[in-house]
């Protein structure tokens, strides 16, 4: 069965840089394609940015100058970094399974609330 | 930059009803769009890829339909566990949502 579980801080203060990890299992990361998808409470969903594990990378325009997305597949681990974060930036932030690579979205994880404050 | 609007925002609805949920793109997208369902506190779960395939597992009361720039989504008779948030995504160009369409409880 597989599965995705993030982690990671819940509060960040303003300007510094959130930091979230999903741990896959189940699967190998390095079949697939990941991505790292957001909600603000009570908002719709916004795409962050999408990763294979050979490296291709692709970003949503209107983050890519502050977001780094990365895998590890020894620890069959994604990660998502956001730099400078303001209180626009508090959200629920899911990680999500691409198994065909047509960059819609099979499987998610749970997520997790992230606040970001002063 | 594709725009993705969904119509309506809300929709109240009794079980049993026939439900149609309409979404709108900017420019023309094929038949590249997907459609999810989310409950409060849950992550979205997809029901509905490339505009009109049907997610294994999913009910086969949910149907997609469209191409280009116009889409629906129906629920040809509404079940006590579909009261939920509905979701497309354009994925033509790079990942894009709709704001949601909330259906409720008449």
């Known amino acids: 069965q597989v599965q995705l579980q993030e982690s990671g801080p819940g509060l960040v203060k303003t300007s510094e840089t959130l930091s979230l990890t999903c741990t896959v299992s189940g699967v190998s990361i390095s079949n697939y394609y990941w991505s790292w998808i957001r909600q603000p409470p009570g908002k719709g969903l916004e795409w962050i940015g999408y990763i294979y594990y050979s490296g291709n990378i692709n970003y949503n325009p209107s983050l890519k100058s502050r977001v780094t997305i990365s895998v590890d597949t020894s620890k069959n681990q994604f990660s998502l970094k956001l730099r400078s974060v303001t209180a626009a930036d508090t959200a629920v932030y899911y990680c999500a399974l691409d198994f065909r690579g047509y960059w819609y979205f099979d499987l998610w994880g749970r997520g997790t609330l992230v606040t970001v404050s002063s | ?106």
């Open chain 2, 1 to 106: 930059d594709i725009q993705m609007t969904q119509s309506p925002s809300t929709l109240s609805a009794s079980v049993g009803d026939r439900v149609t949920i309409t979404c709108r793109a900017s420019q023309s997208i094929s038949s590249w769009l997907a459609w999810y369902q989310q409950k409060p506190g849950k992550a979205p779960k997809l029901l509905i890829y490339k505009a009109s395939s049907l997610e294994s597992g999913v009910p086969s009361r949910f149907s997609g339909g469209g191409s280009g720039t116009e889409f629906t989504l129906t629920i040809s008779s509404l079940q006590p566990d579909d009261f939920a948030t509905y979701y497309c995504q354009q994925y033509n160009s790079y990942c894009g949502f709709g704001q949601g369409t909330k259906v409720e409880i008449k």
